[in-house]
């Protein structure tokens, strides 16, 4: 006998506890059709919503990540060097915080996850409208240019806006339209690595000294503090 059709999100969302901000009360309607409710976006409110978000993501840190940080400060079993570093990052953030010089030089790929729920129109092109937000951040700051174009086989180009953008929407039920911006740094990118193993690696000892050596191997080639993700 086969087994029953069970559906279950791939990635389950813990509670939401993000402090948001109100932008604008424009460029949003509620309407009604077939006795449902129904919400219109205007192209101009994904633009304005992209241009601040990554704004925001290339100039500033949240509370409860600089709270961490400082922590380490205080911390009886942190190193001198733990502090330094500590102090560094809380320094830099301090200066990037004017909104001139970003919190990394390196600022990114734009990169938007988007779940736009059924009732949710926009009658456009969502990911141009987002783009010309992305576009507008990087031209009107002191943000750098990381994307190159290629022109054949062996030439490319810098794009001079940052983009394109990796822009990824997923329809959904409901009356949301939620947005995870994030500016993807390319030196993390740079030490991505596949391992096709067997499954004989798979065992707590011998996972835990392949892991080991693997991260041995990445060095110090980007900016710290380091956050390493392992896919098995």
């Excluded at 006795?35 to 925001?56: D, R, S, W």
């Excluded at 990540?65 to 809380?90: E, F, R, T, W």
């Excluded at 009356?175 to 690595?193: D, T």
Aim: proline share 4%.
């Amino acid at each position: 006998m086969s087994k029953p059709f069970v559906w279950q999100e791939l990635f389950v969302q813990s509670n939401d506890n993000t402090e948001y901000e109100l932008l604008t009360n424009q460029h949003v309607k509620v309407t009604e059709l077939d006795g449902e409710e129904v919400i219109k976006v205007a192209p101009e409110a994904l633009t304005l919503l992209a241009q601040q978000a990554f704004y925001e993501a290339s100039f500033f840190l949240r509370a409860g990540h600089l709270k961490q940080i400082a922590s380490i400060l205080h911390d009886p079993q942190a190193s001198g060097n733990d502090k330094y570093v500590a102090l560094q990052l809380l320094r830099n953030a301090e200066v990037s915080a004017k909104g001139v010089l970003p919190n990394c030089q390196d600022t990114g790929t734009a990169t938007i996850v988007a779940s736009k729920g059924q009732n949710v129109w926009t009658g456009g092109n969502d990911a141009e409208a987002l783009s010309q937000g992305i576009y507008t951040t990087f031209q009107e700051n002191n943000l750098r240019y990381s994307q190159n174009a290629p022109l054949d086989m062996y030439t490319e180009v810098n794009t001079e806006t940052n983009l394109p953008a990796q822009i990824d929407i997923s329809a959904v039920p409901g009356s949301e339209y939620r947005f995870l911006f994030v500016n993807k740094g390319g030196g993390s990118a740079n030490k991505a690595a596949l391992f096709q193993e067997t499954k004989s690696i798979l065992q707590p000892e011998k996972l835990t000294a392949f892991l080991i050596e693997k991260m041995k191997a990445l060095g110090t080639a980007a900016c710290p503090p380091y956050h390493i993700a392992f896919v098995v």
